[in-house]
T-cell receptor, first 117, second 114 residues
Framework: NAGVTQTPKFQVLKTGQSMTLQCAQDMNHEYMSWYRQDPGMGLRLIHYSVGAGITDQGEVPNGYNVSRSTTEDFPLRLLSAAPSQTSVYFC????????????????FGAGTRLSVL | SQQGEEDPQALSIQEGENATMNCSYKTSINNLQWYRQNSGRGLVHLILIRSNEREKHSGRLRVTLDTSKKSSSLLITASRAADTASYFCATAFAYSGNTGKLIFGQGTTLQVKP
């Protein structure tokens, strides 16, 4: 059972380049989310999705786009990379259906370490 | 601003000692969770406590929740070098539209010296 898989593990971009961070889960979870982790800042929610075709913004959405065409995949797009987007990015999934909030344990991928020069 | 604030930011203890980490939050919650992150890895869920619970145990972990003070604590008893990691609290807001969103605190870095 793979769980949550993130690719790539490492990436270096130049300012202005675009790229997509991939996230896939095989647990049939409805809820998926993207976080960024910076030193001293903990994890900050970028975007999240409560099911295929439904996405919403988190705390720090600017500069990022997401889509959820299938239950399994939740890619994160950087439209025009900036040095401020240098960070470690984590994808997570959860059963998280309405009415089952008490079971919204999140399962994390291993992360993507992104450097923007 | 983030929902969870953790204290201390860093903690260093000797193997065998107990480690206590605290988390405070601002708004009403449905549940509070604790996660662990080893260096260079993703987060792993440790324990969940619901808003109507006051204490919960899992192995060497003990979590308490005081909703009147909007705070929680994580106690790791008889710590081991392998417990060295960062620990995060995360809260699920108590509103009807919340289908799973968690807000994480800044974390406590625990070092357990052999």
């Amino acid at each position: 059972n793979a769980g949550v898989t993130q690719t790539p593990k490492f990436q270096v971009l130049k300012t202005g380049q675009s790229m997509t961070l991939q996230c896939a889960q095989d647990m049939n979870h409805e809820y998926m989310s993207w976080y960024r982790q910076d030193p001293g800042m903990g994890l900050r929610l970028i975007h999240y999705s409560v099911g295929a075709g439904i996405t919403d913004q988190g705390e720090v959405p600017n500069g990022y786009n997401v889509s959820r065409s299938t239950t399994e995949d939740f890619p994160l797009r950087l439209l025009s990379a900036a040095p401020s987007q240098t960070s470690v990015y984590f994808c997570a999934s959860s059963p998280g259906l309405a009415g089952r909030l008490a079971k919204n344990i999140q399962y994390f991928g291993a992360g993507t370490r992104l450097s923007v020069l | 601003s983030q929902q969870g604030e953790e204290d201390p930011q860093a903690l260093s203890i000797q193997e065998g000692e107990n480690a206590t980490m605290n988390c405070s939050y601002k708004t009403s919650i449905n549940n509070l969770q604790w996660y662990r992150q080893n260096s260079g890895r993703g987060l792993v869920h440790l324990i969940l406590i619901r808003s109507n619970e006051r204490e919960k145990h899992s192995g060497r972990l003990r979590v308490t929740l005081d909703t009147s003070k909007k705070s929680s604590s994580l106690l790791i008893t008889a710590s081991r070098a392998a417990d060295t990691a960062s620990y995060f609290c995360a809260t699920a807001f108590a509103y009807s539209g919340n289908t799973g969103k968690l807000i994480f605190g800044q974390g406590t870095t625990l070092q357990v010296k052999p």
